[in-house]
């Protein structure tokens, strides 16, 4: 999305390629950046009731885990409550409802779709040390892909040829917290910096493109 400026398209292979080295520093640095924004929340849990909700869970029962989150909502006081808490099954149908015409249309859902057409395996491998401490928190687990009787090339270095995603159920207790008249409150960017200002990534991956692309009069392909 950073690289094409749009929501809905992807760097053509070409175009990919041609961002290797960029490519190469960007996983590890979203690896991190990623680890610190759950370490980040994991740690508010202590004082404030917070429901982790993991994608694939969704994509598995969606009806079952909008009923779930809403009953987290409930549970506590939730400001303008009156206005929504009622209608839940509407907009439960309106956001499973196919979209006609024109607009943004998801793709094919495809868990663990990194491993099969970004990520080497050695890309896959610093992630994963990277992002353990949250991810076995979260139930997720790259699991090696046996290699008997697989030829290895370099067209095999794809990282869906070495680790398969695995999702083990989890559960992230909510903590019990007394009732509070005036409510619980959380100040972000203050304790924690999850990504600096020298990071060139982020908010800052516009600078980036507009380098390659001469300030967006070339843009990359896209597919």
């Known amino acids: 999305m950073g690289m094409t400026n749009t929501h809905d ?56 885990w909008v009923q779930r989150m809403v009953a987290f909502l409930e549970s506590g006081n939730p400001p303008l409550a009156h206005r929504w808490k009622n209608h839940w099954n509407e907009y439960l149908s309106n956001a499973a409802r196919p979209v006609d015409g024109a607009g943004y249309k998801p793709k094919k859902i495809v868990i663990g779709k990194a491993l099969t057409n970004v990520l080497t395996k050695e890309q896959a491998e610093t992630v994963r040390e990277l992002t353990s401490a949250v991810c076995n928190l979260f139930g997720y687990e790259l699991t090696p892909v046996s290699q008997e009787g697989n030829a290895t090339t370099e067209a095999t270095n794809v990282a869906s040829h070495y680790y398969s995603l695995q999702l083990s159920p989890v559960r992230i207790p909510t903590p019990m917290l007394p009732p509070s008249d005036s409510g619980s409150t959380i100040s972000i960017n203050q304790s924690m910096e999850i990504r600096d200002d020298s990071d060139p990534y982020g908010r800052k991956i516009t600078d980036l493109r507009r380098i390659y692309t001469k300030n967006d009069t070339e843009p990359f392909a896209t597919k």
């Not at 961002?19 to 979203?30: H, S």
């Not at 508010?44 to 993991?54: D, E, H, N, T």
């Open 9 to 64: 398209k992807s760097l053509s292979p070409e175009a990919f390629a041609s961002l290797k080295d960029i490519w190469n520093a960007f996983v590890p640095n979203e690896a991190q950046v990623w680890t610190k924004f759950y370490l980040y929340w994991l740690e508010q849990s202590k004082q404030l009731p917070i429901m982790m909700v993991r994608y694939e869970d969704i994509l598995q029962d969606e009806k079952m």
